[in-house]
DNA sequence: ACCCAGGCGCATG
DNA sequence: CATGCGCATGGG
């Protein structure tokens, strides 16, 4: 399986993808780091079409930010991102996250992903409703760390090629390992983020 | 009527 | 360690 030849072509066929896509575009920056987190919550087994439609509810109720979802109260906070399903535990996945980057970080994310990778990636991964996937694609396109996001589109383009693996981290340390050693590391991080895109755009097409 | 979507936590053997 | 199950909406 010739990882870089794979992402040649998907590139060739489908160009960039210009992820991850942000709704609410006159935001400040702390509050779209916010969003990306927010959706990588929501659509955790979800279609992106009913994450966009909460996102878009949140935004108009002003609650896109860590403070007012922490102050919002739990009914409400179901109600806008009920389309997305599984709202009841994904509201209350945002009301931790969102008490977690307050209490420590103030809120602010530059003092939070300053850290290193490893560090990053352990603490977010300790809190509740946070698993490999949406950790790293927190990492990956909020805050701009070379980690490669394996989803199961990703373990599906694997199967085509006959390549499979037991865990995250085998399906994870393959494509890394394959693709980190010749780039520096702002490359790599844009490849990782154009690569992870393309393999989704992938992914939907061949599915309808 | 069925199947799936940009998973995760928890209980069980 | 590895399965299995519940969670829930909306579009094909």
């Not at 927010?38 to 935004?59: D, H, M, P, Y």
Request: some cysteine.
């Amino acid at each position: 399986m010739d990882v870089i030849n794979i992402f040649n072509q998907l590139y060739q066929k489908y160009g960039p993808q210009d992820w991850w896509p942000i709704l609410n575009k006159k935001a400040e920056n702390d509050n779209k780091i916010f969003e990306i987190c927010v959706g990588a919550i929501l659509t955790q087994n979800t279609a992106w079409t009913n994450v966009e439609k909460a996102l878009n509810s949140l935004i108009k109720a002003n609650l896109m930010t860590p403070e007012a979802v922490l102050k919002c109260p739990i009914k409400k906070l179901q109600k806008y991102i009920r389309s997305s399903g599984y709202y009841k535990q994904k509201a209350k996945k945002l009301k931790i996250f969102s008490q977690w980057v307050i209490k420590k970080y103030h809120g602010n994310w530059q003092r939070f992903f300053r850290q290193s990778l490893e560090k990053v990636r352990k603490e977010l991964l300790l809190l509740w409703g946070i698993g490999p996937e949406t950790a790293d694609s927190i990492l990956l396109y909020a805050g701009h760390k070379p980690i490669f996001v394996i989803d199961a589109y990703t373990k599906r383009l694997c199967h085509q090629y006959g390549v499979e693996f037991k865990t995250y981290n085998e399906y994870q340390n393959f494509f890394e390992k394959k693709i980190a050693c010749w780039r520096t590391k702002s490359s790599l991080v844009l490849f990782f983020q154009e690569y992870h895109a393309l393999i989704v755009k992938w992914g939907k097409e061949k599915s309808q």
